[in-house]
């Protein structure tokens, strides 16, 4: 997490820091990244950089917290269109996340976002994505399920469903924003998602 310190700071300041950040990871792989190139570029000093982050590792991991509450937001804003039909809105998720890489990125930060994955496809710290919707999406998005058409009793139960359906479909959502042709994982992803339906629908 990034210090107090970086939070104090000017927001223009910040986001400067944060968009030489994302322009770093998004050239070269996590392992390539430099904090000097960063550094550099963002115009402030390498003791000033340990005094707003840990390390390179502190630094991407907040980047990535950020890209997961735009995730969250999305799917929120999704659930409430489909008036709390969970897979409704999964199969609308699929079809979101492909506009935003077909309109070219327009969107803030979706362009430098999708370069970072195709540079870190399967590296632990791109995982970190995966791993941090356990913790926090969970939480957002359960008050606005209509719970009433799940075979899902109980908060432990539906925790382990939405889990579930998390861990199957994430790394189809990610590959489906990196295919060059999307339809093949989409059909798998349509496949999978029916599947969890026949599981966990009523």
């Known amino acids: 997490m990034p210090t107090e310190t970086f939070f104090r700071l000017p927001a223009a300041k910040r986001e400067t820091l944060l968009r030489c950040a994302r322009q770093e990871f998004a050239r070269v792989p996590y392992p390539d990244a430099s904090i000097n190139r960063i550094i550099h570029a963002a115009g402030i000093p ?46 609308r998720l699929f079809d979101h996340l492909r506009a935003r890489c077909d309109d070219h990125c327009r969107e803030s930060h979706a362009e430098e976002i999708i370069a970072i994955l195709r540079k870190n496809v399967g590296m632990p710290h791109t995982m970190a994505m995966a791993q941090s919707y356990g913790q926090r999406v969970f939480p957002r998005i359960i008050p606005h399920l209509d719970r009433s058409v799940l075979a899902l009793e109980g908060d432990a139960a539906l925790t382990d469903g939405l889990r579930i359906l998390f861990s199957v479909t994430f790394p189809l959502l990610c590959e489906g924003v990196l295919a ?6 989409r059909t798998q992803y349509q496949s999978y998602l029916t599947i969890l339906k026949r599981g966990m629908l009523r």
Not at 71 to 91: K, N, P, S
Not at 180 to 185: A, L, R, Y
């Open 180 to 185: 060059e042709d999307p339809e093949p994982v």
């Open 46 to 91: 390498r003791g000033s950089f340990y005094m707003y982050f840990e390390d390179k590792s502190d630094l991407f991991h907040h980047l990535v917290d950020q890209f997961v509450d735009a995730f969250i937001q999305t799917v929120c804003r999704l659930l409430v269109e489909a008036q709390g039909d969970l897979f409704l809105t999964f199969q």
